[in-house]
């Protein structure tokens, strides 16, 4: 999998729009742009993903830079479940091989 | 999204006795499972992945011996570990995936060894 970049920690106010950035400067044509979070002692879960358009469900909108090299993913009205640790994860749509999680960006939603 | 549950979500051993977790997906058949391990503050590393009915492939540095994978329906993998250790401790964590949808994780067991 492709590597990618994120920072460690960043803050955000409850009902504010969180923009978390992942950088993938060497994703290759075929690999989609993913994004997991892992809520303290628990499994990761599903967001999002995208291979070149910005995509939106009911979690988050996932935006995509023209050239692919990054991303953000957004969570518009934060609120203090979101706190999680979110990683951003650069693979094929339908690959056989585990995912390679990152340190990933820990998300401190504040009140 | 699809569900994928985990049991036990904890279990405290003797050092030298086996403990068995298995990881089930609910709604849908998985043909390959995954196997993961976290250690505190750390990112989650991947194990081993198992296609129903096929041997485990291992990451290198598992130990096949020590931690064995079963994966004998498309709803069901076990993970073994043997004769554990207090090393052995961590979150355990599997996920499923149905080869045409994205992988979809367990709760995680918390395995202290003690």
């Known amino acids: 999998d492709a590597k990618t970049t994120q920072p460690p920690s960043m803050d955000c106010a409850e009902g504010r729009a969180a923009n978390l950035p992942c950088n993938h400067s060497?994703?290759?044509?075929?690999?989609?742009v993913y994004w997991y979070r892992q809520i303290h002692s628990q499994g990761p879960q599903y967001i999002i993903h995208?291979?070149?358009n910005n995509e939106t469900n009911e979690m988050a909108s996932l935006i995509i830079t023209e050239d692919r090299k990054s991303s953000t993913l957004i969570l518009p009205h934060a609120t203090l479940r979101d706190t999680a640790v979110y990683y951003c994860i650069v693979r094929p749509r339908y690959g056989a091989d585990g995912l390679t999680f990152g340190k990933g960006t820990h998300l401190i939603i504040q009140p | 999204g699809a569900v994928v549950s985990q049991h036990p979500s904890r279990v405290i051993c003797k050092s030298g006795t086996s403990v068995k977790i298995e990881c089930r997906s609910l709604d849908f058949q998985a043909t390959t499972m995954f196997w993961y391990r976290q250690f505190p503050k750390q990112s989650l590393m991947l194990m081993a992945t198992?296609?129903?009915?096929?041997?485990?492939?291992?990451e290198q540095g598992v130990e096949k011996d020590k931690f064995l994978i079963n994966h004998a329906s498309l709803t069901l993998s076990t993970l073994t570990v043997t004769s554990a250790h207090p090393e052995d401790s961590s979150f355990y964590i599997c996920?499923?995936?149905?080869?045409?949808?994205?992988?979809?994780f367990g709760q995680g067991t918390r395995l202290t060894v003690v």
């Open positions: 995208g291979l070149k």
């Open positions: 996920s499923a995936s149905a080869g045409y949808t994205e992988a979809f």
């Open positions: 198992s296609n129903e009915g096929s041997k485990a492939t291992y």
């Open positions: 060497t994703i290759s044509g075929n690999e989609y």
